[in-house]
């Protein structure tokens, strides 16, 4: 369990130094693993997406997690060792897969093409969505069809392959959906949008200017509404993208239509669209409101969206959400089997369907306030646990897994409303948004619990996060210290500062950052335009390291980084995508935003006055461990989130690959 003393902390470090790089592989004459069956039940996981054990301990301490407290006391409560960095893409994938980043090549929310024409281009590091391909008389050509990065096989696919039955139900990061001989999948976290982005929201408002409605947001658009002499007006809402059209080309997304009519006095309206209406009521959330898009006269697709009205007075602004798949006839699949989605707007009516399930975007730019996030958080949350509830009352299945976003996202939204010393702490905050984290986490030990007395008395039940959290108050550019330091060189800043490795003289440049927590090196016959030397990349790896250690924070004195990563340190088939450093801040500090993206800030250091003002995406893992709940004791002091497939796999008598890196902890 639990143990705090110095001598544990210092030996956690050591182990989570080993076994997060993939140390230690268990194999048996090279084969599978034989199986070693601990148990004649179920196996049920529930994963709680960036749960921070030193609060879950805090809460425990003062009686708010009763459910949480009754398994500790059954089985334990442990740190669980997150993957390096501990992203939610890399961490949730070393769970599915029982590797290290190496093995299963997802290694940052972004990746880079080191053979750009000028040079590397960064691109969304996890997968994408290939949208449809029309012919010229409209019929389809190649269907849409969504691919994963990642390689290796998740434990639920070796599971199945022996005869298991297992029940995936919105695990992060696994879309498209893994084939199931004798389970079925939930997709969620990884699931675009219909435009083929992770969230792209629309904000309409009749106080918008034309300036505004050009204006480049972070995951939205603003949009203005032109209303007629009757409170009435029309805007198109963008929907697939249509590749027969350049992309930036009038026409490259299609439209539907979307009307808006409001009664300014009373406070409400209606949204319609291809004849179908929803309410509008000031403060409150909409149902959905199904759309329809006709591509051509052969190809059409449906989706979703709903609204808050922030205004609907004197003033009109309503937030619009993303364009989501319709789960009836989902432009691409979201479920396995691909019906099943259907199946469950059957039990269920309509419901939200693309991955990032909270609309932090929005949030950030004003363009959705707290309380409406909040309750869609509820609603969310709530809609999920239904869904397991019913999956356990169901039965059918050898091991289910079952997880949440929302307690991360929380986390990132309103730790400015915890830390004193971040830029945009509130003292006199409303308690709500103060302690909604800990709602949040108590609304997950209230899941636990009902799960918990469905179980059967031989069931083993592990309930973990991914990652742990903590505060972001400064943002630091790595790309501009590389460049103060000789080893980046920028050919015109402008364009730098813009992000998208751009404006960067290559010949000169022998490192670069772009990721929320890659390093890469620049290296001859990679990179385009490469000047490294295979022979130089020990040594100059070694130096950026130690030079950056020493880094500190001119207005505090504080060290920067707690630790570098080389790349070196990861094994498997997927080594040649691998960052060449992979960094580690001290508590704190992060990649600032324009970093992430591959600008060169014009300053390194940056104070975080931004919404999103928790983090942990490059957070030395050693001190961003997620947490784990048993109810068997463990005899692994210190898990890895590589180890709960293997565990799961032993306990239900299935022979585990020899590739897989995890243990048995139970």
Not at 49 to 60: S, Y
Not at 421 to 439: I, S, V
Not at 571 to 594: F, I, T
Not at 623 to 639: N, V, Y
Request: with cysteine; aromatic share 10%; glycine share 10%.
């Amino acid at each position: 369990m639990r143990d705090m003393s110095p001598k544990s902390k210092l030996s956690r470090r050591d182990f989570l130094r080993r076994t997060a790089a993939g140390a230690g592989v268990f194999a048996i004459g090279g084969g599978a693993r034989k199986a070693c069956a601990q148990t004649k039940g179920r196996v049920v996981i529930l994963g709680f997406d960036g749960a921070e054990p030193r609060i879950i301990e805090e809460m425990l301490g003062r009686g708010e997690l009763p459910n949480l407290a009754k398994l500790r006391d059954q089985g334990g409560f442990y740190d669980l060792a997150s993957s390096i960095p501990p992203q939610s893409p890399v961490a949730w994938n070393s769970f599915a897969t029982c590797k290290n980043p190496g093995g299963h090549n997802i290694f940052d929310f972004i990746r880079r093409n080191p053979k750009g024409s000028t040079g590397p281009l960064p691109y969304v590091g996890t997968g994408k969505l290939d949208p449809v391909q029309l012919g010229p008389d409209g019929s389809v050509a190649a269907p849409p069809k969504g691919l994963n990065y990642r390689k290796g096989r998740p434990f639920w696919s070796v599971a199945d392959e022996q005869g298991l039955r297992a029940k995936i139900l919105n695990v992060p990061f696994v879309f498209p959906p893994d084939p199931l001989k004798h389970g079925v999948m939930v997709c969620a976290l990884g699931v675009p949008d219909l435009r083929g982005t992770s969230s792209t929201y629309h904000s309409l408002s009749d106080r918008f200017t034309d300036a505004q409605a050009r204006e480049g947001l972070s995951g939205g658009q603003r949009m203005r509404l032109q209303f007629d002499g009757t409170d009435s007006a029309e805007l198109p809402l963008p929907g697939p993208r249509d590749t027969r059209r350049r992309f930036g080309q009038p026409g490259d997304y299609t439209t539907t239509t979307l009307r808006i009519s409001v009664d300014r006095k009373a406070g409400k309206g209606t949204a319609t669209s291809n004849g179908k209406s929803v309410e509008l009521v000031q403060g409150q959330w909409s149902e959905w409101l199904e759309l329809h898009y006709k591509m051509s006269d052969q190809y059409s697709v449906n989706g979703l969206t709903r609204f808050f009205p922030l205004e609907i007075g004197e003033t009109v602004r309503l937030y619009t959400a993303c364009v989501q798949f319709d789960p009836r006839a989902p432009y691409s699949p979201i479920t396995y089997p691909t019906e099943f989605s259907a199946e469950l707007a059957e039990r269920y009516g309509l419901y939200k369907t693309v991955g990032w399930a909270y609309d932090t975007h929005a949030l950030r730019q004003g363009d959705l306030d707290e309380d409406a996030f909040l309750q869609d958080v509820e609603r969310t949350m709530a809609w999920r646990e239904r869904l397991t509830l019913d999956e356990l009352d169901r039965g059918n299945f050898d091991v289910l897994a079952s997880a949440w976003t929302a307690t991360d996202r929380v986390g990132h939204m309103f730790w400015r409303f915890r830390d004193e010393k971040h830029p945009l702490y509130e003292a006199g905050a409303p308690e709500r948004w103060a302690k909604a984290l800990e709602m949040t986490y108590q609304r997950a030990d209230a899941a636990t619990g009902r799960v918990m007395e469905k179980l059967q008395p031989e069931d083993t039940l592990m309930v973990m996060s991914d990652h742990g959290f903590g505060t972001w108050r400064t943002g630091f550019n790595v790309n501009a210290w590389l460049r103060d330091n000789g080893y980046l060189a920028v050919s015109d800043p402008t364009k730098a500062a813009e992000g998208f490795l751009q404006g960067i003289n290559w010949s000169r440049s022998r490192a670069y950052s772009v990721g929320l927590s890659s390093l890469y090196l620049n290296l001859r016959g990679r990179e385009t335009g490469g000047i490294v030397d295979a022979a130089d990349v020990e040594r100059l790896t070694a130096e950026l390291r130690g030079k950056l250690l020493e880094v500190k924070d001119p207005a505090t004195g504080a060290k920067v980084f707690a630790d570098l990563h080389p790349g070196a340190g990861f094994k498997g088939e997927a080594m040649d995508e691998a960052p060449d450093m992979v960094l580690g801040y001290a508590a704190a500090y992060q990649s600032d935003k324009a970093c992430a993206k591959g600008g060169v800030a014009a300053a390194m250091f940056e104070s975080n006055a931004d919404k999103w003002s928790g983090e942990h995406a490059s957070t030395e893992y050693t001190l961003c461990p997620g947490m784990l709940f048993s109810s068997r004791k463990l005899a692994k002091e210190t898990p890895h989130i590589q180890d709960l497939g293997v565990t799961a796999l032993r306990l239900l008598g299935a022979d585990v690959p020899a590739d897989f890196e995890g243990d048995m902890v139970v």
